[in-house]
């Protein structure tokens, strides 16, 4: 694994993240607050760890690039406004998070330490994915946001199995290089305090 791709996988759990903190004190139950904040904490977590093989200053390399400098996939980035959405992006990034962590256990020391804990994230996922997979709803929200999915992977091997797993036809993709509104968005968010700070601060 090339740095740009560690970095795509870094700023995809980062952005994740937050995107699942967003559900905290509005989940439509009150398991569910916890949850989405415990998988979020998770997430950014990881991002935190990847960073630091890449930089002796991971918080830098998190939060003061431009929006056009970090390379996660689109389907991250999406801010989704309704339950059956979220949980679609969710069990869809689970799987494909699954997958591609998967091959990087021989050559990525971390990934094995990452894949045990996200363990309990897929259980969540497959959970939601079980109650509402015969929903109309849900249904038609893994549809739409199935191009986005595929676009975490690399085409080859790794988005077949993708393919296999779901059940959905192979469409076009949208790939990693292109970014939503999205982005820009929840980048100005997590990032206000910072950039509020003088030059050089210290925290």
């Not at 038609?140 to 993708?162: F, H, I, K, T």
Request: hydrophobic content about 45%; aromatic content about 8%; charged content about 30%.
């Amino acid at each position: 694994m090339n740095e740009r791709e560690l970095l795509g996988l870094a700023d995809d759990e980062l952005i994740i993240g937050w995107r699942d903190s967003e559900w905290t004190g509005i989940a439509p139950l009150l398991e569910e607050d916890v949850a989405f904040s415990s998988i979020a904490q998770n997430e950014i977590g990881h991002a935190r760890a990847l960073y630091e093989l890449l930089s002796d200053d991971a918080d830098a390399l998190a939060f003061d690039r431009a929006p056009d400098d970090y390379h996660c996939a689109p389907l991250v980035e999406l801010k989704l406004l309704d339950w059956a959405h979220a949980i679609a992006r969710r069990w869809l990034y689970e799987v494909a998070d699954e997958i591609r962590i998967s091959a990087l256990k021989e050559s990525l020391p971390l990934a094995a330490k990452i894949d045990r804990e996200e363990t309990y994230h897929r259980m969540h996922a497959e959970m939601w994915h079980e109650r509402l997979r015969d929903a109309a709803q849900f249904r038609e929200a893994v549809e739409e946001l199935w191009p986005y999915a595929l676009g975490m992977l690399p085409s080859g091997e790794q988005r077949d199995a993708l393919v296999s797993r779901v059940g959905l036809a192979q469409v076009e993709a949208v790939e990693r290089g292109t970014h939503t509104d999205g982005l820009a968005e929840i980048w100005d968010e997590m990032t206000m305090v910072r950039r509020s700070a003088p030059a050089g601060a210290q925290w």
